[in-house]
């Protein structure tokens, strides 16, 4: 099988971003976005779906850095995917810390698509404005050409509620990406193809 990994970069006016993936890794991470909760994040999202990833942004402001490095990262999972053959492509997750638990469910079926159920109580969780922890979502989701449903289902502390959905989201691609034995030759769907 070949290997799944990309390598995506995007210069704008407004940010310099470099991903680089590979979907069959051990966890490991070097992430520096100038955001540490932001950075913490996505090292949860590698250690917790078991993908290596190394991923540097700077950028003018903390919206464009969110929001192009979930472009970047969401068209670096499309193309380590490639046709999708052998995927199990769909899988979701249901994770706790303490007092917070969240549910994922994702389909890596070509079609963008996401619903976000998530509010927290402070304006920032830590140095991240809260508001883009949705946008991150959406805009990843869109990129990877998935079906993304994220839910917070409970919890009190904002911390605890963004990291268990990130823990959550990692847990549930690991699922989806997965190579499933017995199709290895087949794209996963009755159209065979998955559109990129």
Known sequence: MAERKAVVTRETAETNVRVELNVDGSGQFKITTGIRMFDHLLAQLAQHGVFDIKLSATGADQHHVVEDVAISLGKAFNQALGEKRGITRMAHAIVPM?????????????????????SFSEASIGDLEADLIRHFLVSFASEARINLHAKVLTGIN??????????ALARALDSATRIDERIIARIPSTKEIIEN
Do not use: M, N, Q, T
């Open 158 to 167: 904002d911390h605890h509620k963004v990291e268990v959905l990130f823990k």
């Open 98 to 118: 303490d007092e917070a638990l969240a549910a994922v469910a994702v389909d890596i079926g070509g079609r963008a698509y996401s619903v976000i159920e998530a």
